[in-house]
C-alpha cells in the first residue's frame, strides 16, 4: 500500500477492532500423519526459479523442521527457522519466526489448518490471535474443522531479528506534523513552495535515515514475496500439503504473492479487502485517497442515522462546513490537547476521520464527540482517536537483535526494537514492495492529479510517499496477477471500504483464473468476521466444502 495504513482482521473484540487503522499516514498444527510434499509442478517465482523449494537441497533443512510446541495460556507456540536470504540460504543468516496454533475444537472432524493474516503490512499474527481476538473472527463451523495459525512475518513484532527505526519509532506524519507546526504552510498536504518542499523532503529523509541506521542488516529482506516464501516453510513444518489460507488486507498482497509462486500449493485461499498488485505507488495513493474521501462522506451523510444526537451538526452540510473550517483553523494553529503540548494540527485531524472509517459501527460516535469537541476548541478527544505513536523501546533484552542473528555491521550495536514495532515494519514492506520514483519532481507532479480525484487525502498519500524516495527496492514491479493453476480464489469487497477500496477488490478478482468475487455492501473495513450471517455463510461454504460462490453475489 502506497499510503501506511495498518490493517487488521475485523472482530468483535474491541482490542482488535480499534487497532486497525493506526498509521494511515505513515507513508497484505501439525496435520495428522501427513507424509512432507515431495516435488510437484508447482512454480516458485524469483530465486527458486521453476523447482519446488522443498526439493531444493539448500532449503531441505528449513523445510524438513519439525515445530516444537509449548503451551501458551490456551493456544499453543512454537519458532520457525527461514532463511534470511533465499538466494544464499546456507549463509548462516535466519529470521526465527514466533507461530501460533488455536487447535480445532472437535479433532476427530478436523480438516487441516487455516493459515490466517491480520494485516498490516506491521501486523503481529502471534499477538493478534493470543491478544487481540483473532479467533473470534471464525465461526464455530470453521474453528471445529480447522486449526487457526498465524505468525510473525520476517522483521515483525517477535521476529528475530526485528525491524526498527530507532528509539520511539516516531512516525513520518508526526515528524512532518511538528516540522509544519513549526512553519505553517497554506495547505499543509500540498507543499507548493520551494520552503514548504524542502521541510516535507527533510522530514521524509530523515524517517528513512533512521530505519536505515538501526535495521539496515534486513530492510532488503522483509519484503511479501520473502514472507510468501516462509508461508511455504510453515506449510510444510505443519504437515500440510497445501495451504487454506484466510488474509485481511495486506493480507490479501501476502495471499496473492503465495499464488504467483506456489499456485498448486493452493487449497483454498479467501482474500479479503484486497490490494491490486497492478496499481504503481500513484494510482495507489490516488485509489486509497478516494476511499478515504469517500467514507468520510459516507459519514457525513449518514452520521444521524449511526451516531444519533452525537452527530456534530445537524445536517450533512453543518457537519461538512465543520470539518472544512477545523482544516482550515488547525493548519494555522492547532487546537490544544490535553497532556501534549503539541496540540491537534490538521494532521491529527486528518487521522482521526480515517482512522474512524474502519469499524463505523463502533467509531462514528466516538468521532462525532470528537468533532464536537475540537469545534468548541479542545483537540484531545481528535488526538485519542489519532494516536499512532509507539510505545517507548521493550528494555527486555529478548527483544533486543542480536548482530549474530543476521543484522548487518551497519545496524546500530544493541538497538532496542519496542514491543510493538509496527510503525517500523509497515514502513519497510511498503517502500520495499513498491518502486518509487528517487526524483522529488514526480511525486510534486502527482500532487495535481491526486487533489483533483481525492482532495487532501489524494494528496497526503503522495507526500508520505516521500519517505520510499531512497529506499531498498525490489525487482518486482506493479503487474496483473500471474497464478496459473491456482485454484479458483475467493475475493471479498466491501463497497464502502476505504483503506482498500471496493474496485481493487472488482479488479483482484478478475486477474485470478477463476476468481470469484463475494460483495458486501456495507461501510468499514473487510467483511468476514463482521456478524454478516450472508459473508460468512458463504466464505465458511467455501473454506470447509471449498463450494464456488456464485459470479455477481451480492450480501
Given at each position: 500500500?502506497?499510503?501506511?495504513?495498518?490493517?487488521?482482521?475485523p472482530?468483535?473484540?474491541?482490542?482488535f477492532?480499534?487497532?486497525?487503522?493506526?498509521?494511515f499516514?505513515?507513508?497484505?498444527t501439525?496435520?495428522?500423519?501427513?507424509?512432507?510434499?515431495?516435488?510437484?509442478?508447482g512454480?516458485?517465482?524469483?530465486?527458486?526459479?521453476?523447482?519446488?523449494?522443498?526439493a531444493?537441497?539448500?532449503?531441505?533443512?528449513?523445510?524438513?523442521?519439525?515445530?516444537?510446541?509449548?503451551?501458551?495460556?490456551?493456544?499453543?507456540?512454537?519458532?520457525?527457522?527461514?532463511p534470511?536470504?533465499?538466494?544464499?540460504?546456507?549463509?548462516?543468516?535466519t529470521?526465527?519466526?514466533?507461530?501460533?496454533?488455536?487447535?480445532?475444537?472437535?479433532?476427530?472432524?478436523r480438516i487441516?489448518?487455516?493459515?490466517?493474516?491480520?494485516g498490516?503490512?506491521?501486523?503481529?499474527?502471534?499477538?493478534s490471535?493470543?491478544?487481540e481476538?483473532?479467533?473470534?473472527?471464525f465461526?464455530?463451523?470453521?474453528?471445529?474443522?480447522?486449526?487457526?495459525?498465524?505468525?510473525?512475518?520476517?522483521?515483525?513484532?517477535?521476529?528475530?531479528?526485528?525491524?526498527t527505526?530507532?528509539?520511539?519509532?516516531?512516525?513520518?506524519?508526526?515528524?512532518?506534523?511538528?516540522?509544519?507546526s513549526?512553519?505553517?504552510?497554506a495547505?499543509?498536504?500540498?507543499?507548493r513552495?520551494?520552503?514548504?518542499r524542502?521541510?516535507?523532503?527533510?522530514a521524509?529523509?530523515q524517517?528513512?535515515?533512521?530505519?536505515?541506521?538501526?535495521?539496515?542488516?534486513?530492510?532488503r529482506?522483509?519484503?511479501?514475496q520473502?514472507?510468501?516464501?516462509?508461508?511455504?516453510?510453515?506449510?510444510?513444518a505443519?504437515?500440510?500439503s497445501?495451504?487454506?489460507?484466510?488474509?485481511?488486507s495486506?493480507?490479501?498482497?501476502?495471499?496473492t504473492?503465495?499464488?504467483?509462486?506456489?499456485?498448486?500449493?493452493v487449497?483454498?485461499?479467501?482474500?479479503?479487502?484486497?490490494?491490486?498488485p497492478?496499481?504503481?505507488?500513484?494510482?495507489?495513493?490516488?485509489?486509497q485517497?478516494?476511499?478515504?474521501q469517500?467514507?468520510?462522506?459516507?459519514?457525513i451523510?449518514?452520521?444521524?442515522?449511526?451516531?444519533?444526537?452525537?452527530?456534530?451538526?445537524g445536517?450533512?452540510e453543518?457537519?461538512?462546513?465543520?470539518?472544512?473550517?477545523?482544516f482550515?483553523r488547525?493548519?494555522?494553529?492547532?487546537?490544544?490537547?490535553e497532556?501534549?503540548?503539541d496540540g491537534?494540527?490538521?494532521n491529527?485531524?486528518?487521522?482521526a476521520?480515517?482512522?474512524?472509517?474502519?469499524?463505523?459501527?463502533t467509531?462514528?460516535?466516538?468521532?462525532?464527540?470528537?468533532?464536537?469537541?475540537?469545534?468548541?476548541?479542545?483537540?484531545?478527544k481528535?488526538?485519542?482517536?489519532?494516536?499512532?505513536?509507539?510505545?517507548?523501546?521493550?528494555?527486555?533484552?529478548?527483544?533486543t537483535?542480536?548482530?549474530?542473528?543476521?543484522?548487518?555491521?551497519?545496524?546500530?550495536p544493541?538497538?532496542?526494537?519496542?514491543?510493538?514495532?509496527?510503525?517500523?515494519?509497515?514502513?519497510?514492506?511498503n517502500?520495499?514492495?513498491?518502486p518509487h520514483?528517487?526524483?522529488?519532481q514526480a511525486?510534486?507532479k502527482?500532487l495535481?492529479?491526486?487533489?483533483?480525484?481525492?482532495?487532501?487525502?489524494?494528496?497526503?498519500?503522495?507526500?508520505?510517499a516521500?519517505t520510499c524516495?531512497?529506499?531498498p527496492?525490489?525487482?518486482?514491479?506493479?503487474?496483473?496477477?500471474?497464478?496459473?493453476?491456482?485454484?479458483p480464489?475467493?475475493?471479498?469487497?466491501?463497497?464502502?471500504?476505504?483503506?482498500t477500496?471496493?474496485?481493487?477488490?472488482?479488479?483482484?478478482?478478475?486477474q485470478?483464473?477463476?476468481?470469484?468475487?463475494l460483495?458486501?455492501?456495507?461501510?468499514?473495513?473487510?467483511?468476514y468476521?463482521?456478524?454478516?450471517?450472508?459473508?460468512?455463510?458463504?466464505?465458511?461454504?467455501?473454506?470447509?466444502?471449498?463450494?464456488?460462490?456464485?459470479?455477481?453475489?451480492?450480501?
Amino acid at each position: 500500500m502506497n499510503r501506511a495504513v495498518r490493517h487488521h482482521a475485523p472482530t468483535s473484540t474491541p482490542a482488535f477492532t480499534l487497532a486497525i487503522a493506526l498509521a494511515f499516514l505513515g507513508a497484505t498444527t501439525l496435520a495428522a500423519c501427513t507424509t512432507p510434499p515431495g516435488p510437484d509442478t508447482g512454480k516458485a517465482v524469483g530465486a527458486t526459479g521453476s523447482v519446488d523449494p522443498a526439493a531444493r537441497p539448500e532449503l531441505r533443512s528449513f523445510y524438513q523442521q519439525k515445530l516444537k510446541w509449548t503451551a501458551c495460556g490456551e493456544y499453543r507456540c512454537a519458532e520457525l527457522t527461514v532463511p534470511m536470504d533465499y538466494a544464499h540460504p546456507t549463509n548462516g543468516k535466519t529470521f526465527v519466526l514466533p507461530v501460533a496454533r488455536a487447535v480445532t475444537a472437535k479433532p476427530a472432524e478436523r480438516i487441516g489448518s487455516i493459515i490466517a493474516n491480520p494485516g498490516g503490512p506491521g501486523a503481529s499474527g502471534v499477538t493478534s490471535l493470543l491478544e487481540e481476538g483473532m479467533t473470534d473472527s471464525f465461526t464455530a463451523e470453521a474453528r471445529a474443522r480447522f486449526d487457526i495459525v498465524s505468525f510473525d512475518p520476517r522483521g515483525v513484532g517477535g521476529s528475530t531479528p526485528a525491524l526498527t527505526c530507532g528509539g520511539g519509532e516516531e512516525s513520518t506524519e508526526e515528524t512532518a506534523s511538528r516540522t509544519a507546526s513549526q512553519s505553517p504552510a497554506a495547505d499543509p498536504f500540498f507543499p507548493r513552495t520551494v520552503g514548504e518542499r524542502a521541510e516535507v523532503l527533510a522530514a521524509a529523509k530523515q524517517r528513512a535515515d533512521a530505519c536505515t541506521k538501526h535495521s539496515a542488516g534486513i530492510l532488503r529482506h522483509v519484503g511479501t514475496q520473502d514472507v510468501a516464501r516462509d508461508m511455504d516453510v510453515l506449510r510444510a513444518a505443519l504437515g500440510e500439503s497445501h495451504v487454506t489460507y484466510l488474509g485481511w488486507s495486506y493480507g490479501t498482497s501476502l495471499g496473492t504473492s503465495y499464488a504467483e509462486q506456489f499456485p498448486r500449493r493452493v487449497r483454498a485461499m479467501v482474500l479479503d479487502g484486497a490490494v491490486d498488485p497492478s496499481l504503481d505507488w500513484a494510482k495507489r495513493a490516488v485509489s486509497q485517497g478516494v476511499g478515504f474521501q469517500r467514507a468520510v462522506e459516507d459519514y457525513i451523510a449518514s452520521c444521524a442515522e449511526v451516531a444519533a444526537d452525537s452527530c456534530p451538526g445537524g445536517t450533512p452540510e453543518e457537519i461538512r462546513t465543520l470539518i472544512d473550517g477545523l482544516f482550515e483553523r488547525t493548519a494555522r494553529d492547532p487546537l490544544p490537547v490535553e497532556g501534549d503540548e503539541d496540540g491537534a494540527d490538521a494532521n491529527v485531524l486528518l487521522e482521526a476521520l480515517v482512522m474512524s472509517t474502519y469499524a463505523p459501527e463502533t467509531q462514528w460516535k466516538d468521532l462525532s464527540q470528537a468533532l464536537r469537541d475540537a469545534g468548541r476548541g479542545d483537540g484531545t478527544k481528535l488526538a485519542k482517536l489519532a494516536e499512532t505513536k509507539e510505545p517507548a523501546p521493550d528494555t527486555d533484552d529478548s527483544d533486543t537483535p542480536d548482530p549474530s542473528d543476521g543484522a548487518s555491521d551497519a545496524d546500530e550495536p544493541g538497538a532496542e526494537v519496542p514491543s510493538d514495532n509496527s510503525d517500523a515494519a509497515l514502513q519497510a514492506v511498503n517502500c520495499f514492495d513498491i518502486p518509487h520514483p528517487r526524483d522529488p519532481q514526480a511525486y510534486w507532479k502527482a500532487l495535481a492529479p491526486a487533489e483533483e480525484a481525492a482532495g487532501r487525502y489524494g494528496t497526503s498519500g503522495v507526500t508520505t510517499a516521500l519517505t520510499c524516495k531512497d529506499w531498498p527496492t525490489t525487482a518486482q514491479r506493479p503487474h496483473r496477477v500471474d497464478a496459473t493453476g491456482v485454484v479458483p480464489v475467493l475475493v471479498v469487497g466491501t463497497t464502502g471500504d476505504a483503506a482498500t477500496p471496493y474496485e481493487e477488490a472488482t479488479s483482484l478478482a478478475s486477474q485470478f483464473p477463476g476468481g470469484m468475487l463475494l460483495t458486501y455492501e456495507g461501510f468499514g473495513h473487510t467483511a468476514y468476521g463482521r456478524s454478516n450471517t450472508c459473508v460468512t455463510r458463504h466464505v465458511d461454504d467455501y473454506l470447509i466444502e471449498r463450494k464456488p460462490v456464485p459470479s455477481g453475489t451480492t450480501c
